[in-house]
């Protein structure tokens, strides 16, 4: 199975101070297609789930520009650039080339 | 408006059965894979099971393979999942999530199994 780590496990931030979350993975997350299934998930306090970025860099509608997404074959990250009150909660990263797995999640609260 | 509303979570004692749905709405239900992903309580995400737009293909995780079985209604739009055997381990709350790409979820339901 292809294993998911992420780094930091908890990350306090300031507000308005930058973010940055690891996710490396085990194998090359390069499908035989050429796209990579990379794909991060936000989970606020008591809400399930919601994707902000699928495939690697692409932020879904509704995301802030202040989440981007970027890497290549096993190491990736999440980046926010500017963190707001609203975004504390759990990250995951979710590979979807070699089946499913998610990473442990990362949890951001406000210093 | 996609949304998914998962039920028949509850609690139920070890070597139990329990079946719980997922109703879809706002989109073509039978255009899309779906799945189920379970989270323990303090814990993160686990994908239990798939299944492919007609039903054909299905896949489970080891740790359920075996007790649980997936199932779709193309024309009841709806999503299954049948849990029998339960253990205290499959205690979670159970989301169904839309696609291979898990692009949208629902609000979960609640499996606690204990006696």
């Known amino acids: 199975d292809v294993v998911m780590t992420q780094s930091p496990l908890s990350l306090p931030v300031t507000l308005g101070q930058p973010a940055s979350i690891s996710c490396r993975s085990s194998q090359s997350l390069v499908y035989s297609d050429g796209n990579t299934y990379l794909n991060w998930f936000q989970q606020r306090p008591g809400q399930s789930p919601r994707r902000l970025i699928y495939?690697?860099?692409n932020r879904d509608s509704g995301v802030p520009d202040r989440f981007s997404g970027s890497g290549s074959g096993t190491d990736f990250t999440l980046k926010i650039s500017r963190v707001e009150a609203e975004d504390v909660g759990v990250y995951y990263c979710?590979?979807?080339?070699?089946?499913?797995?998610f990473g442990q999640g990362t949890r951001l609260e406000i210093k | 408006e996609v949304q998914l509303v998962e039920s028949g979570g509850g609690l139920v004692q070890p070597g139990g059965s329990l079946r719980l749905s997922c109703a879809a709405s706002?989109?073509?239900?039978?255009?899309?894979?779906m799945n189920w992903v379970r989270q323990a309580p303090g814990k993160g995400l686990e994908w239990v099971s798939y299944?492919?737009?007609?039903?054909?293909?299905?896949y489970y995780a080891d740790s359920v393979k075996g007790r649980f079985t997936i199932s779709r209604d193309n024309a009841k739009n709806s999503l299954y999942l049948q849990m029998n055997s339960l253990r205290a381990e499959d205690t979670a709350v159970y989301y169904c999530?839309?696609?291979?790409?898990?692009?949208?979820w629902g609000q979960g339901t609640l499996v606690t199994v204990s006696s």
């Open positions: 999530a839309r696609d291979e790409n898990f692009d949208y």
């Open positions: 706002g989109f073509t239900f039978s255009s899309y894979e």
């Open positions: 299944i492919s737009s007609s039903g054909s293909t299905i």
């Open positions: 979710m590979q979807g080339t070699h089946w499913i797995t």
């Open positions: 495939k690697v860099s």
